[in-house]
Structure formats: C-alpha cells, structure tokens
C-alpha cells in the first residue's frame, strides 16, 4: 500500500494563477480531508469529504475548491492564487466509523505564491 | 479562534525521563481528542487517542489524560527516548471537523 501520496511536492505560483493539488489513497478510506500549515501555526482543516460525491468546508475554506468523483481521489483546487495561501498542504484519509477517527496524511505540497 | 492549544512550543527532556505534552481546549462539544507526531518534511502519524467518556488511555511507552472539568489533555511518554524528537499535535474532534493545536517540539537528550 502507498497510503496517501500527494503532488507536487513543491510549486511556486505566481499570484493570480490556478493549481490543483493532487491527492490520492489506496486504503478504501471513506473520509478525507484537507489542511494547510502556516508557520508555527496547527493545521487548519480546509474541506473534507465522508465519500465519494459528498464534500463540506472546513474552518478555512475560502479561495479553495474540491471535487470527490472517486474514493481514491480528492483533488483541493486554487483559484486566483494570493500569497496568503502561501503554506504547506496535507491530505489525509480516514476509515471512520462509530468513534475510530485515526487519520492518515499524505508528506504535504508546499507552495508559495509570490 | 484557537479552540485547541498547546501554550509549550518546545521542550527538552533527558533521555529515560518522561515526557509530559499538554493541551488545552474551550470547546466543551468535542468528544474525541487525538495526539499526533511529526518529523520535518513529513506529515503527521497518528500516535494515540481517547474519547471523552474515557480518563486515561494507554498504548505502551504512552498514555493520554483527559480532564474534562479542565478541558484539559496531556501525553505523557515514559521512559523517553531519542527517537521520540518530533513536533506533537493535539487534535480535538466535534463532529467531522477536526481542530489541531500550534504543536509543541519535544527534545529528548541523550
């Protein structure tokens, strides 16, 4: 199993450009999510996903989009790309049910926007 | 809004010793809390959790304490060692939407 992988790695983003960030999993997890790191800070959840077709915001969801078509799949979208989105990206997955909420994260895209 | 907090951003500990992280929380509808580790240019693993019907969990070298009165949680790990040098996030759940901590970066000294 590769968990959950994510691409890029890196990126540099001029402002104003669009990006997708892409992330994937192959452990048949029903949820993932979403989150981005500024420096010093805890994650932020952004958006999540409990399934394929089904996807609701986070704390911190203006300035991005997502789509789920596939359980493996949930790409996080950047439109008009502001330096404040200046951060590192973690996508996780989940298998939760009843009360077993342990996450998995994918190593992050760090971007930047200059 | 910080509704999860870890107020220690690092600390240092003599290998063999133990370890105590804290964390505290003002939202009172959270029902599960986790503990998260992270090494540098990798994303979080998941360490140990407890819900909030529970006091205390334990899983080997570390156990998690819950004060709900408090809103308060802590990780203790015993004995320490080098190998457990890492950022660690306390994560609180209401509903789907989880809420993380700003970490706390553990030095064990060997």
């Known amino acids: 199993n590769a968990g959950v992988t994510q691409t890029p790695k890196f990126r540099i983003l001029k402002i104003g450009q669009s990006m997708t960030l892409q992330c994937a999993q192959d452990?048949?997890?029903?949820?993932m999510y979403w989150y981005r790191q500024d420096p010093g800070m805890g994650l932020k959840l952004i958006y999540y996903s409990v399934g394929a077709g089904i996807t609701d915001k986070g704390e911190v969801p203006n300035g991005y989009n997502v789509s789920r078509s596939t359980t493996e799949d949930f790409p996080l979208r950047l439109e008009l790309a502001a330096p404040s989105q200046t951060s590192v990206y973690f996508c996780?997955?989940?298998?939760?049910?009843?009360?077993?909420?342990?996450?998995?994260f994918g190593p992050g895209t760090r971007l930047t926007v200059t | 809004d910080q509704q999860v907090k870890q107020n220690s951003p690092s600390l240092s500990v003599q290998e063999g010793r133990i370890s105590i992280l804290n964390c505290d929380y003002t939202n009172s509808m959270f029902d599960y809390f986790l503990w998260y580790k992270k090494y540098p240019a990798e994303g979080p693993t998941f360490l140990i959790s407890i819900s909030s019907i529970k006091d205390k969990n334990e899983d080997g070298r570390f156990t998690v304490f819950l004060n709900k009165s408090a809103k308060h949680l802590s990780l203790h790990i015993v004995p320490s060692q080098p190998g457990d040098s890492a950022v660690y996030f306390c994560?609180?759940?209401?509903?789907?939407?989880?809420?993380f901590g700003t970490g706390t970066s553990l030095t064990v000294i060997p």
């Open positions: 996780a997955s989940s298998y939760t049910s009843g009360t077993y909420y342990e996450q998995y």
């Open positions: 452990m048949n997890h029903n949820y």
């Open positions: 994560a609180a759940i209401d509903g789907n939407q989880f809420y």
